[in-house]
């Protein structure tokens, strides 16, 4: 229950950084590998995601990991 607690919370996040930057996560990567000039609300926002997401993948390969065969 504590896996499927924490994955609906960063799945929450996730979408919500999609909301407030109106884009997915690997057009904002592209923006942030792109440089150019420095917004470090960007990039903080970015690295925060992507945080996000690596834990959703990692909890959902968690929870296949517990599903019985």
């Known amino acids: 229950m504590m896996l499927l607690g924490r994955l609906t919370r960063f799945q929450t ?4 950084f999609e909301r407030t930057w109106g884009c997915t996560l690997d057009e904002m990567r592209a923006r ?3 440089g ?3 917004d470090f609300e ?3 926002a970015y690295l925060e995601w992507q ?5 959703v ?3 959902q390969t ?3 990991a517990l599903k019985p065969q």
């Open 13 to 16: 996040m996730t979408q919500r």
């Open 32 to 34: 942030y590998e792109r």
């Open 36 to 38: 150019g000039h420095e």
């Open 42 to 44: 960007a990039d903080d």
């Open 51 to 55: 945080w996000y997401a690596e834990a």
């Open 57 to 59: 993948e990692t909890i």
């Open 62 to 64: 968690q929870l296949k």
